[in-house]
């Protein structure tokens, strides 16, 4: 049997987290079996479906690399197909109108829930024989007796009592079906063999494949995701920092990165935590899926995506510190080298706009200097070892293949100093800081006429100082 899964996301939102996870899982188990994957918008609620969160649901895809195999189905352009199942349903006497107001709905729900028993309907309609009319919704007739039981691919078996669940709404009083019926039908119609989704759905798959069984369908098998929780242990929300997958991209982490932390987010082999996607594919299966909820952990992203920065062609890297100098609105000094930039921080940054933010006084201009570093590094005595490294550096001609820890070296032992002397006032005049990488890798990357142009302005806001 050819394995045929699908991602059925509602299009009210961004892709979250929890979303590309299920996606993924749903994605890697056709592959790993060599089937196929599909994607169906879940768009009959007219009201809360955009076409902008159709386009984010697409762009998270396509972001993580999660291609599907035929075109897009769309819920809203089927509706002919679900009326002609539901007229089929109610002419075998498998689904029946109901006119039952809210009011009275809502009655008997609190009668109920004050009980303490479960809300449901109470069938008042079901053999009622009522006909079509402007307020009608159309109930299926859900078995009164019997149970429905799956075996589920990550929680086992589950069996429910027919008798705990109530005729459920497959269409409303405008004729739109119901999330229960339409899913059922196009899984059906889609040849869909595993449906893998969060386990907030678990409670409607025995009414599903109740209507699998009345439509003498072949039911497929399910697998119920646990839902992912914050660090706090509640549910993930907004709350918790980024939950739109493209705010990832956003914040400067790599795709492959946010793709491998998201599979170890429920699933596991081992102790591994690295997982190229070839290799996800190759590993992943149901048995490794956790039955518990996984919770996110920012720190474990983090240290992923600096692995795979790591990792990454630095041409690459160069792109997208480009991309997001624009977005703060940098622009760069043409001389300036942008691979030596990404070289000197992707051991250190964790994600792109962490390397640009530790990179970026090379690529703008400084805007003063630290105060702290300041009061050690501006002393009076500062003037002197400035001025003999910027005559040091004036008599270069080849600044790429100068030795410019010579340099500095040659002017401590000029002026019989200790080495902060000449280092530090050097180190805060290039980068306005205290710390950071080494003055003469700071002044290879700068170019001479900027390293100059930089010692230069500290020796003038020296000299003004202390005049
Ligand atoms: N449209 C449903 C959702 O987004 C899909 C549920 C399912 O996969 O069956 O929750």
């Keep these: 049997m050819k394995v045929i899964t699908r991602f059925a996301p509602s299009p009210t939102g961004y892709l979250h987290v929890g979303g590309a996870r299920t996606a993924l899982f749903s994605y890697l188990y056709a592959r790993h079996h060599g089937g196929q994957f599909e994607l169906r918008i879940e768009d009959t609620d007219t009201e809360r479906s955009t076409e902008a969160s159709v386009n984010a649901i697409f762009e998270g895809m396509n972001w993580l690399g999660l291609e599907h195999d035929s075109e897009v189905k769309y819920q809203s352009k089927n509706l002919a197909r679900y009326h002609e199942v539901i007229e089929q349903l109610l002419a075998n006497d498998q689904a029946y109108y109901c006119d039952c107001s809210k009011a009275r709905l809502d009655e008997m729900r609190e009668a109920q829930m004050k009980k303490g028993e479960k809300p449901r309907y109470d069938g008042k309609c079901r053999n009622a024989g009522l006909e079509k009319s402007a307020d009608t919704i159309i109930r299926f007739k859900t078995p009164q007796s019997g149970e429905v039981h799956f075996k589920d691919g990550v929680r086992g078996d589950i069996t429910v009592a027919n008798a705990e669940l109530d005729d459920l709404v497959i269409a409303r009083a405008d004729g739109m079906p119901t999330y229960n019926f339409s899913v059922v039908i196009d899984d059906a119609d889609m040849g869909i063999t595993h449906v893998i989704r969060g386990d907030d759905?678990?409670?409607?798959?025995?009414?599903?494949?109740?209507?699998?069984?009345?439509?003498?369908?072949?039911?497929?098998?399910?697998?119920?995701?646990?839902?992912?929780?914050?660090?706090?242990?509640?549910?993930?929300?907004?709350?918790?920092?980024?939950?739109?997958?493209?705010?990832?991209?956003?914040?400067?982490?790599?795709?492959?990165?946010?793709?491998?932390?998201?599979?170890?987010?429920?699933?596991?082999?081992?102790?591994?935590?690295?997982?190229?996607?070839?290799?996800?594919?190759?590993?992943?299966?149901?048995?490794?899926?956790?039955?518990?909820?996984?919770?996110?952990?920012?720190?474990?992203?983090?240290?992923?995506?600096?692995?795979?920065?790591?990792?990454?062609?630095?041409?690459?890297?160069?792109?997208?510190?480009?991309?997001?100098?624009?977005?703060?609105?940098?622009?760069?000094?043409?001389?300036?080298?942008?691979?030596?930039?990404?070289?000197?921080?992707?051991?250190?940054?964790?994600?792109?706009?962490?390397?640009?933010?530790?990179?970026?006084?090379?690529?703008?201009?400084?805007?003063?200097?630290?105060?702290?570093?300041?009061?050690?590094?501006?002393?009076?005595?500062?003037?002197?070892?400035?001025?003999?490294?910027?005559?040091?550096?004036?008599?270069?001609?080849?600044?790429?293949?100068?030795?410019?820890?010579?340099?500095?070296?040659?002017?401590?032992?000029?002026?019989?100093?200790?080495?902060?002397?000449?280092?530090?006032?050097?180190?805060?005049?290039?980068?306005?800081?205290?710390?950071?990488?080494?003055?003469?890798?700071?002044?290879?990357?700068?170019?001479?006429?900027?390293?100059?142009?930089?010692?230069?302005?500290?020796?003038?806001?020296?000299?003004?100082?202390?005049?």
């Design 201 to 467: 759905h678990i409670n409607n798959t025995p009414r599903q494949i109740n209507i699998y069984k009345a439509l003498d369908l072949p039911v497929p098998e399910f697998a119920h995701v646990p839902m992912i929780l914050g660090d706090d242990g509640a549910r993930l929300s907004k709350r918790h920092g980024a939950v739109s997958v493209m705010q990832y991209s956003d914040d400067g982490y790599l795709p492959e990165a946010v793709l491998n932390y998201l599979v170890r987010l429920g699933w596991s082999h081992g102790d591994q935590e690295l997982f190229s996607k070839a290799e996800m594919i190759e590993l992943f299966d149901l048995s490794g899926v956790n039955k518990a909820p996984s919770a996110f952990n920012t720190t474990k992203l983090n240290w992923i995506n600096q692995q795979y920065l790591q990792q990454a062609d630095d041409l690459r890297l160069v792109g997208l510190v480009q991309k997001r100098l624009e977005t703060l609105g940098v622009h760069l000094p043409t001389e300036l080298n942008l691979t030596q930039v990404v070289e000197m921080f992707k051991e250190r940054a964790h994600t792109i706009n962490e390397l640009v933010d530790l990179g970026l006084f090379l690529l703008q201009p400084l805007d003063g200097y630290d105060e702290k570093a300041e009061k050690k590094a501006f002393k009076e005595s500062a003037i002197e070892p400035l001025q003999a490294v910027i005559a040091k550096c004036e008599a270069i001609d080849d600044w790429a293949g100068a030795d410019l820890h010579q340099l500095i070296a040659d002017v401590v032992a000029e002026l019989e100093v200790g080495f902060g002397k000449v280092g530090m006032p050097v180190r805060l005049a290039l980068s306005g800081q205290a710390q950071g990488p080494a003055n003469d890798e700071i002044m290879q990357v700068l170019g001479k006429d900027e390293t100059i142009n930089r010692l230069q302005n500290a020796l003038s806001y020296l000299t003004e100082k202390f005049s």
